[in-house]
């Protein structure tokens, strides 16, 4: 089992840049596939970006690609989401999350999940 937990969102201006970090606890972390989920306001759950076990395989939702940058380092257990060039339409609860399954976007791939942060982008 793995426990994650999400930090660094916060209030941003549009063209401005935050690093979401997502600590995990269990021995297996570094053999999950990890993900980033979100949320806006009255709408679905929505894939982000994805990353392998080794970090070598990476995939993104075509809205975030050239913006947003995913990351891992095993030895720390922690995920990382680089957002660059913020726009409003970003503003969302983000979600990290873990699946022993490819990197792929759909929810039923991943197993667990974090409580979220929240991340606001001012125009």
């Known amino acids: 089992q793995v426990q994650l937990v999400e930090s660094g969102g916060g209030l941003v201006q549009a063209g401005g840049s935050l690093r979401l970090s997502c600590a995990g606890a269990?021995?297996?972390?570094?053999?999950?596939?990890m993900g980033w989920f979100r949320q806006a306001p009255g709408k679905e759950r929505e894939f982000v970006a994805a990353?392998?076990?080794?970090?070598?395989?990476?995939y993104y939702a075509d809205s975030v690609k050239g913006r947003f940058t995913i990351s891992r380092d095993n030895a720390k257990n922690t995920v990382y989401l680089q957002m660059n060039s913020l726009k409003p339409e970003d503003t969302a609860v983000y979600y990290c999350?873990?699946?022993?399954?490819?990197?792929?976007?759909?929810?039923?791939?991943?197993?667990?999940w974090g409580q979220g942060t929240q991340v606001t982008v001012s125009s």
């Open positions: 269990g021995r297996t972390f570094s053999s999950y596939t």
């Open positions: 990353i392998n076990w080794s970090g070598g395989s990476t």
């Open positions: 999350a873990a699946g022993a399954q490819g990197v792929g976007p759909l929810e039923y791939e991943y197993d667990y």
